[in-house]
């Protein structure tokens, strides 16, 4: 399984992004998914994702402001990220699960939340 993950950028306090993420594969189809997000010299934290049969899940610091989407026919899911903050800032990773549940990457997209 490939990820490709795009649309990050530089914005404004208070704007709107939205990432995409397009898994890729023989015979992938695409289930649990999400996104982590890491800043320099910090771990990777879990930021959205599906899991199993229960509607997405959201950390504390995004919830109500990030919205994560999945699109099966497309293998494609998206993140939403509205009333973005500086502390937003991070290199934004998506995540799948391949057929023997093994985490799989994506390359990151770095979003920058500035004045």
């Known amino acids: 399984v490939q990820l490709q993950a795009s649309g990050g950028g530089l914005v404004q306090p208070g704007e709107s992004l939205r990432l995409s993420c397009v898994a890729s594969g023989n015979n992938f189809t695409l289930n649990d998914g999400g996104w982590f997000r890491q800043i320099p010299g910090k771990e990777r934290e879990f930021v959205a994702g599906?899991?199993?049969?229960?509607?997405?899940g959201y950390s504390d610091s995004v919830k109500d402001r990030f919205t994560v989407s999945r699109y099966k026919a497309n293998n494609t899911m998206t993140l939403q990220m509205n009333s973005l903050k500086p502390e937003d800032t991070a290199v934004y990773y998506c995540?799948?699960?391949?057929?023997?549940?093994?985490?799989?990457w994506g390359r990151g997209t770095l979003v920058t939340v500035s004045s």
């Open positions: 995540f799948v699960y391949n057929a023997m549940r093994v985490r799989v």
């Open positions: 599906f899991f199993a049969l229960e509607s997405a």
